[in-house]
């Protein structure tokens, strides 16, 4: 499984991206049973959780993010999805994206989130 995150940028505080990730190969019947979930890494700290789905699309966050957070699937494109408002200049990571038990799949590039105060 290979997965290519997208859809980060440079964005004022305040403002809003939406995060995709994709997974490529026929791998519908493996996507689609798995909880995902999206992860990032701040720069000098460790990657962390943000949000994760089941298979049936039930959510949870990090508590810092609740309500400003949104993650969603397409099992039927292969994609993951985090929609991302009110975003802060503590939300500046790059984000990534991978199913969430272990063992995880490989590990894509990511996608860059700067948010600018």
């Known amino acids: 499984v290979d997965l290519v995150e997208s859809g980060g940028g440079l964005v004022q505080a305040g403002g809003s991206l939406r995060l995709s990730c994709a997974a490529s190969?026929?791998?519908?019947?493996?996507?689609?049973?798995?909880?995902m979930a999206w992860y990032r890494q701040p720069p000098g700290k460790q990657r962390e959780l943000v949000a994760q789905?089941?298979?049936?699309?039930?959510?949870h966050y990090l508590d810092s993010l609740k309500g400003r957070f949104t993650i969603s699937r397409d099992n039927s494109k292969k994609t993951v999805y985090l929609q991302m408002n009110n975003l802060r200049p503590e939300d500046t990571a790059v984000y990534f994206c991978n199913r969430l038990p272990d063992p995880k799949w490989p590990w894509g590039q990511g996608t860059q989130v700067t948010v600018s105060s």
């Open positions: 190969g026929d791998i519908v019947s493996v996507f689609a049973p798995n909880p």
């Open positions: 789905i089941s298979s049936g699309g039930s959510a």
